[in-house]
C-alpha cells in the first residue's frame, strides 16, 4: 500500500517566512532552495564546529531556549550552536509539572519577552504550541520539537548527515521502522526526504500507522510512500535497502494498547544482530535518539561503522548554527 | 402602546405553511393579523417596520444551549446567554444541564426557572440523566418533569455504561421526555482533540476517529428499539450516524436528531486557521483552537452527508450547541484548550448560506430552528406565528454583510473561529413577547 502526507504539490518559491520574521515551526515552509543553502552554509559553519572557533556571526544577540520538555540533548546542541556563533543564550526550563494550574504559556512567554531577545527556541510536549508562539511574539521563532508533530533542526540534520554520508539523497532507498504515529522525527522527515527525491518506505504494526494511512476512505493518496506492515515483508525490504532510520519507542504505548510488549516489537521489527548480518551488511542505520538498546537495535551493531547515530548528534550543532543565523539575521 | 406593523416582510411560518410577502399586526404583544398581501399605507396610530428583502420568521428555538449558569459564569450566564440568544434570532433556548450544581434534583431545576422569569428570552433547562452526571445512578426523572425540564442528557460526557443507558430509556417511556446521550466513546476517543484523519496526521494532533460517535449511536438506537424508550441524538457529525438514524427511523425508532451550524458548514479543515482552506505549509494561524469542538469539526465528506440528512429529514433539527469558553481557556495549547464553540449569535447566518447556495431549502431551514424543535420540546407555540398568542418573532436580513467581532457578540466570550470574518445575512430585529428586545437597525 502507498499512503501520502498532506504533501504540499508545488512548492518551488516559498521560503520559510511569516509576514518579515523567519520562523522554523516546521520543515514544510522550506523551499528546496533553502534547503539547500542550510546544507551549504552547514558545511562552513561544521568547519568552526570542528576546530571549536568563535564567529561574530550573532555577536550582541540574545537567543532564549526555552523548555516546556526536558531534553538535554536538543537544549545543549542549541546552546553550542548558539555560542559558537557568539551569541548570548539564555536557558529557561519549564518542566510541566512546574507550569502551576492556570499559567498560561503566553504569560510565560511575555515574561521573558521583557527581558528582550532576538530569537526565541521552543520545545513543548503539545503539538502546535510553537505556532502559537509565534502569534504572539516580535521576534523568530525556531521549533525545537513539538509532541507529534515536527522536530525541523532534527530533520534538517539528519538530511544533512544523509547527504554528507552517502552523497545525493535522489532515488535513495529508505526505510523508515517503527512508530511514525506518534514520531515528530518521522513527520518531519517524510516530508523532507520525500520532496528531495528519496524513495521511502516506512514500516510498522498497523497500529502505529498514522490513522489517515489506515482508514480506507483516504482519497488524498498520491503514492508517495510505500506502507509495509508485516514483519517479513519489513525484511525483504531491508535487504534492498540503502538506509533505515529506526524511530524510538516509548513505553507509553504499551499502555496504550498498540503494543503487547517490547519483546514482541524488538522481535518482530527490530534490527537484531541475525537481521543485519544476514539480509543487510552494508546498510546504513539511523536513530533520532535515545536509542532503547535491544529493542529497536542490538547494541553490538551500534558500535558498527554502518552506524550514523554519532553523526547525527555532532551535525547538529552546525546545523543548527545554520538555522540560527537564518532565522536571525536573513 | 403604539400598534407595530411588520411591513413587507417574506413572512415565513412552516407549520402554518405560509411563505408570502405580507405584514404582519401585532397588538397588545400579539400577533392580532397576517395580511394576505402587503398593504402601502398604513394610519398614524401603527409603528411601521418597513422590512421589505427581509425574511420574517417565528422566534427561533435553540434546543442545545450551554448558558454555564450557574457555577460558570465567568463564561456566560443566564443574562448574557438569552442576550446573545435574542441576538441570534432565538426566543427559546434549552439549557444544557453541565453546570454546577448539575440539576439533579427538583429544587435545583426550579431555582433555574424562577431566575429565567427574568432572562432575555424563554430559558427552559434540561435535568441530568444521572446524579451528578457521573453516569452511575439515574436522576429522579419524573420529580425532575415535574419541576419542568423540558429533556436529559449529561452532555458533555457520555452515558457509557449500557445498562444505565437502558435504565434511563426504560423511564422515558412514561416521561415522553428524549434521552440526549453526548455521543463519544471514551475508550476510542482516547483523548482526541480534533477528527481523525490527514489534518490531524499533518498537525501531529491525536484523532478522534467518526467511531467514538457512530457506535454510540448505534448501541443507544438499539437500546431505544428494544426499551421503546424516546431517544434524541445531539450534534450528529459522521456520515456513519446519518446512515444508523436513517435506519433506525425506518425501522420505527422513537428518535430525533440534531446538527449544528458548524457541522453544518465546517471541515476540519478551519483547524489551519484558514477559513477551511488547506494550507501549502503550515502558517502562525495554525492550531486554531476556537475550531476545537466535541464532536470535532469532520471531513468534507461528513459534511456532505449532514446536509443531505438534514435535507431528507434524517435529521430534524439545526441546534447550536453554542459553548462558551473565555479567553484563558482558549489561548493555550490545542491538547488543552477547552472543547466547544460560541456560534448562537452567528448560527442563523452560517447555516442560511447552505440557503445561499441551494443546498437546503429556505422552508427545511426555517422548520428545522421552529416548528421542529418545538415539537420537541412539545411547545408548539414556540415554533409558529399564532394569532392571539404573545409574539415571538426574528427578522432576517439577508444581503447585508457584517464582521464577527468581541464588540458585536453579547456572549461574555468569543471563541468562535468566525471570529475577524465577514458573513452574509443578519438578524436585525428579534420580537420576544411582542417586544424588540434586539434592532439592529
Ligand atoms: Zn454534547
Redesign the pocket.
Known amino acids: 500500500m502507498t499512503y501520502d502526507m498532506n504533501l504540499p504539490s508545488n512548492h518551488s518559491n516559498i521560503d520559510f517566512q511569516e509576514g518579515k520574521l523567519n520562523h522554523l515551526l516546521d520543515v514544510d515552509s522550506l523551499s528546496l532552495n533553502s534547503i539547500e543553502n542550510l546544507i551549504q552554509s552547514t558545511d562552513l559553519a561544521k568547519k568552526n564546529f570542528v576546530s571549536k572557533t568563535k564567529i561574530p556571526t550573532l555577536k550582541g544577540k540574545t537567543i532564549v531556549n526555552i523548555f516546556f520538555e526536558n531534553s538535554t540533548r536538543t537544549r545543549v546542541s542549541f546552546e553550542q550552536a548558539g555560542k559558537l556563533l557568539s551569541a548570548d543564550f539564555i536557558n529557561v526550563n519549564i518542566p510541566s509539572s512546574s507550569m502551576t494550574k492556570g499559567e498560561s504559556i503566553l504569560n510565560t512567554i511575555k515574561t521573558i519577552q521583557s527581558i528582550g531577545m532576538d530569537c526565541l527556541i521552543v520545545r513543548h510536549h503539545h503539538s502546535g504550541v510553537p505556532y502559537l508562539i509565534a502569534r504572539n511574539v516580535n521576534v523568530p521563532v525556531i521549533n525545537a520539537g513539538d509532541s507529534m508533530h515536527a522536530h525541523p533542526t532534527q530533520s534538517l540534520t539528519d538530511i544533512y548527515t544523509i547527504r554528507t554520508e552517502l552523497g545525493e539523497i535522489k532515488n535513495k532507498k529508505i526505510l523508515i521502522i517503527g512508530d511514525v504515529k506518534h514520531s515528530r522525527v518521522a513527520r518531519s522527515n517524510i516530508n523532507l526526504l520525500v520532496r528531495l527525491g528519496a524513495n521511502i518506505t516506512v514500516a510498522a504494526p498497523t497500529t502505529l500507522l498514522p490513522d489517515s494511512w489506515v482508514v480506507q476512505n483516504n482519497t488524498r493518496n498520491l503514492k508517495r510512500v510505500k506502507i509495509i506492515s508485516h514483519y517479513l515483508k519489513m525484511e525483504s525490504k531491508l535487504a534492498k535497502s540503502d538506509l533505515v532510520m529506526l524511530l524510538r519507542i516509548q513505553k507509553e504505548r504499551l499502555d496504550q494498547g498498540c503494543l503487547p510488549d517490547l519483546d514482541e516489537y524488538s522481535k518482530l521489527w527490530g534490527l537484531s544482530k541475525s537481521r543485519f548480518y544476514n539480509l543487510c551488511p552494508k546498510i546504513y542505520i539511523m536513530h533520532p535518539g535515545p536509542v532503547n538498546e535491544g529493542v529497536e537495535i542490538d547494541s553490538e551493531i551500534l558500535s558498527l561503522n554502518n552506524s550514523l547515530i554519532d553523526q547525527q548528534v555532532e551535525n547538529g550543532v552546525p546545523m543548527r548554527m545554520s538555522v540560527l543565523e537564518f532565522c536571525i539575521l536573513k | 402602546m403604539k400598534k407595530l406593523v411588520l411591513k413587507g416582510g417574506l413572512v415565513c411560518d412552516p407549520l402554518k405553511k405560509i411563505q408570502r410577502i405580507c405584514d404582519v399586526l401585532i397588538i397588545d404583544n400579539k400577533i392580532t393579523e397576517i395580511s394576505k398581501t402587503t398593504k402601502n399605507e398604513w394610519s398614524d396610530e401603527f409603528n411601521v417596520l418597513d422590512l421589505r428583502g427581509m425574511i420574517v420568521l417565528p422566534g427561533l428555538i435553540d434546543f442545545h444551549t450551554h448558558l454555564r449558569d450557574p457555577g460558570f459564569e465567568w463564561k456566560e450566564d443566564l443574562h448574557s446567554g438569552t442576550l446573545a440568544a435574542a441576538k441570534g434570532g432565538f426566543t427559546t433556548v434549552c439549557a444544557m444541564p453541565n453546570t454546577n450544581p448539575v440539576p439533579d434534583s427538583a429544587p435545583i431545576v426550579r431555582n433555574f426557572i424562577d431566575k429565567s422569569y427574568n432572562s432575555n428570552v424563554n430559558a427552559l433547562p434540561f435535568g441530568s440523566i444521572t446524579k451528578g452526571r457521573k453516569g452511575k445512578t439515574l436522576s429522579p426523572m419524573f420529580q425532575l418533569q415535574d419541576a419542568g425540564v423540558v429533556g436529559f442528557s449529561d452532555?458533555?460526557d457520555t452515558i457509557m455504561d449500557s445498562n444505565i443507558m437502558r435504565q434511563a430509556l426504560l423511564y422515558s417511556i412514561e416521561t415522553k421526555l428524549p434521552i440526549i446521550n453526548?455521543a463519544e466513546d471514551v475508550n476510542i476517543k482516547n483523548n482526541g482533540v480534533m477528527n481523525a484523519g490527514i489534518v490531524a496526521d499533518r498537525l501531529g494532533l491525536k484523532g478522534t476517529l467518526s467511531s467514538s460517535e457512530f457506535l454510540i449511536i448505534k448501541r443507544d438506537i438499539d437500546l431505544a428499539k428494544e426499551t421503546g424508550g424516546r431517544i434524541h441524538i445531539?450534534?450528529v457529525s459522521t456520515e456513519q450516524s446519518v446512515s444508523y438514524i436513517f435506519d433506525a427511523k425506518k425501522s420505527g425508532v422513537n428518535i430525533t436528531s440534531e446538527v449544528t451550524p458548524h457541522h453544518l458548514t465546517m471541515t476540519e479543515n478551519w483547524i489551519y486557521g484558514l477559513n477551511g482552506d488547506i494550507p501549502e505549509y503550515l502558517t502562525t494561524s495554525a492550531y486554531d483552537t476556537n475550531a476545537k469542538v466535541?464532536p470535532p469539526l469532520r471531513s468534507e465528506n461528513d459534511v456532505t452527508a449532514v446536509i443531505q440528512g438534514l435535507n431528507e429529514g434524517v435529521l430534524d433539527i439545526i441546534a447550536t450547541?453554542h459553548a462558551p469558553h473565555s479567553l484563558n481557556e482558549k489561548e493555550c495549547s490545542f491538547d488543552e484548550a477547552l472543547p466547544g464553540i460560541n456560534n448562537i449569535e452567528t448560527a442563523f447566518s452560517q447555516v442560511y448560506k447552505l440557503v445561499d447556495r441551494d443546498l437546503i431549502s429556505l422552508e427545511k431551514l426555517i422548520s428545522s430552528l421552529t416548528v421542529n424543535p418545538a415539537a420537541i420540546i412539545n411547545r408548539f407555540e414556540y415554533g409558529s406565528l399564532y394569532l392571539n398568542t404573545p409574539a415571538n418573532l426574528t427578522v432576517f436580513n439577508p444581503s447585508t454583510y457584517w464582521t464577527v467581532n468581541e464588540r458585536t457578540l453579547s456572549s461574555k466570550s468569543s471563541n468562535t473561529p468566525l471570529k475577524g470574518k465577514e458573513l452574509k445575512g443578519r438578524i436585525v430585529y428579534t420580537i420576544f413577547n411582542g417586544k424588540i428586545i434586539h434592532d439592529e437597525l
Open positions: 452532555d458533555g453526548h445531539p450534534h466535541n450547541d
